[in-house]
């Protein structure tokens, strides 16, 4: 019979090798982090760092993108994808919000704001130094996740709860530690025999006991 694995033990090397690493989007205050999160869904981290400079030269804070409309917006971010919807809720939330002290830092004040959704608010949450009040699920942590077999499925709320279930709060940075992971090594063709978890990984087991005996 297999053996159920201790997730909370199990993490912690994942954990300790992605402490403190900083996420991909190169903003420079919580103002700036809120519009990257909001713009970066559905595009590249890549992308929107490429044309966030001269965005926030333009736009430097919450008062300013208050003042914004579809057509001063549109020279800066109209190839990013999903661009009208995306300009419609970035002006909204700033003439909302009105100032960047105004800021919500909480699952329940982010995911008010439009455009921001629980995966949006655990990263800003993260990123704030904020205490967790969830589980960051993305692209790379939905695809990384079932392959450990520390969840199952393919909606990310529901493997955000189950993540939650079996990791205790202290260790909800899982979730990005998993995204970077899923960027570097467990990518959608899976770099195993280098990857630090794959004494625990079930897609690891199920595959190595494929493999003939040398
Ligand atoms: S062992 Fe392979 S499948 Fe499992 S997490 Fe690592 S890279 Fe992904």
Redesign the pocket.
């Known amino acids: 019979m297999a053996t159920k694995t201790d997730w909370s033990e199990a993490i912690k090397p994942l954990l300790r090798k992605y402490k403190n690493h900083k996420h991909p989007l190169e903003y420079k205050n919580i103002y700036q982090l809120v519009v990257m999160v909001v713009l970066s869904s559905r595009d590249t981290d890549v992308h929107i760092n490429e044309l966030s400079k001269e965005f926030f030269k333009k736009f430097p804070d919450m008062k300013a993108l208050s003042k914004a409309t579809v057509e001063t917006l549109k020279p800066y971010i109209g190839k990013v994808r999903s661009f009208f919807q995306k300009s419609g809720w970035l002006i909204k939330m700033a003439g909302d919000i009105k100032t960047d002290a105004n800021i919500p830092l909480s699952m329940e004040g982010l995911t008010n704001l439009p455009g921001i959704g629980r995966k949006s608010a655990n990263v800003i949450l993260r990123e704030a130094g904020k205490p967790a009040e969830g589980i960051v699920v993305d692209i790379h942590v939905l695809r ?1 996740a079932p ?2 077999g520390i969840a199952s499925g393919t909606d990310a709320g529901k493997i955000e709860e189950q993540l939650m279930k079996k990791l205790p709060q202290k260790e909800w940075d899982a979730g990005m530690a998993m995204s970077f ?2 960027r570097e ?3 959608p063709k ?3 025999e280098i ?4 004494k625990v ?4 087991k199920k595959i190595a006991g494929k493999k003939p005996a040398k």
Do not use: Q, S, T
């Open positions: 990384v392959r450990l992971l899923g090594i467990c990518r899976p770099l195993c990857c630090l978890m794959n990984c079930a897609y690891y």
